[in-house]
């Protein structure tokens, strides 16, 4: 009777457990997406920013137009661009970029003095602190996903049912070292 019993238990057992932990993995993985997603949502504020500011500037600074190129090459750039590595890249390009807008701008008394271009910058200032909070998140999901994928008795189950790791927001190599002053 016992032999039967356990027949019959251990590989009900045995189902809730894989059950359960192919849940936990989907939850993992749709957080991860999740806060992929609301990287993009961040970073599409910004590209919607860009034109505006760019197009305020153009008012001030017209003969600056190979920086303005510059930020539209680099915003474009960005918007294509696939997967975490690719899109780091391209974001820190933009970011570039857009620092050397804002060095333009400090040319022109007229255009820091104006109230859309303040507005705009502020904006803009704000949305970069979402994306560093969005990238932070990201890489948290990530973090935590990756650790369920390879830890024991969750990677069998993630092995069986096709679970893969995903790929960090990380910083290019030349942005990881320190940082040069000069005076």
């Given at each position: 009777?016992?032999?039967?019993?356990?027949?019959?238990v251990?590989?009900?057992?045995?189902?809730?457990?894989?059950?359960?932990?192919?849940?936990?993995?989907?939850?993992?993985r749709?957080?991860?997406?999740?806060?992929?997603?609301?990287i993009?949502?961040?970073?599409?504020?910004?590209?919607?920013?860009?034109?505006?500011?760019?197009?305020?500037?153009?008012?001030?600074?017209?003969?600056?137009?190979?920086?303005?190129?510059?930020?539209?090459?680099?915003?474009?750039?960005?918007?294509?661009?696939?997967?975490?590595?690719?899109?780091?890249?391209?974001?820190?390009?933009?970011?570039?970029?857009?620092?050397?807008?804002?060095?333009?701008?400090?040319?022109?008394?007229?255009?820091?003095?104006?109230?859309?271009?303040?507005?705009?910058?502020?904006?803009?200032?704000?949305?970069?602190?979402?994306?560093?909070?969005?990238?932070q998140?990201?890489?948290?999901?990530?973090?935590?996903?990756?650790?369920?994928?390879?830890?024991?008795?969750?990677?069998?189950?993630?092995?069986?049912?096709?679970?893969?790791?995903?790929?960090?927001?990380?910083?290019?190599?030349?942005?990881?070292?320190?940082?040069?002053?000069?005076?």
């Amino acid at each position: 009777m016992i032999p039967s019993i356990l027949a019959v238990v251990i590989p009900v057992v045995l189902a809730i457990v894989v059950v359960s932990l192919y849940n936990r993995l989907v939850r993992g993985r749709n957080t991860v997406d999740n806060a992929w997603a609301q990287i993009d949502v961040q970073l599409k504020r910004r590209y919607d920013l860009i034109p505006n500011l760019v197009e305020t500037v153009k008012g001030y600074a017209s003969h600056e137009r190979q920086t303005l190129e510059a930020v539209v090459a680099a915003r474009s750039q960005a918007i294509n661009a696939q997967g975490p590595a690719d899109r780091a890249a391209a974001e820190n390009m933009l970011s570039g970029a857009l620092k050397s807008l804002f060095a333009v701008a400090e040319s022109y008394p007229d255009l820091k003095a104006s109230q859309n271009f303040a507005e705009l910058q502020e904006e803009l200032a704000a949305t970069e602190n979402r994306i560093a909070y969005s990238r932070q998140y990201y890489n948290d999901a990530v973090l935590t996903y990756n650790n369920a994928i390879q830890t024991v008795p969750a990677n069998i189950v993630a092995g069986m049912t096709g679970f893969s790791p995903r790929e960090y927001f990380q910083a290019p190599g030349e942005e990881r070292g320190p940082v040069q002053v000069r005076f």
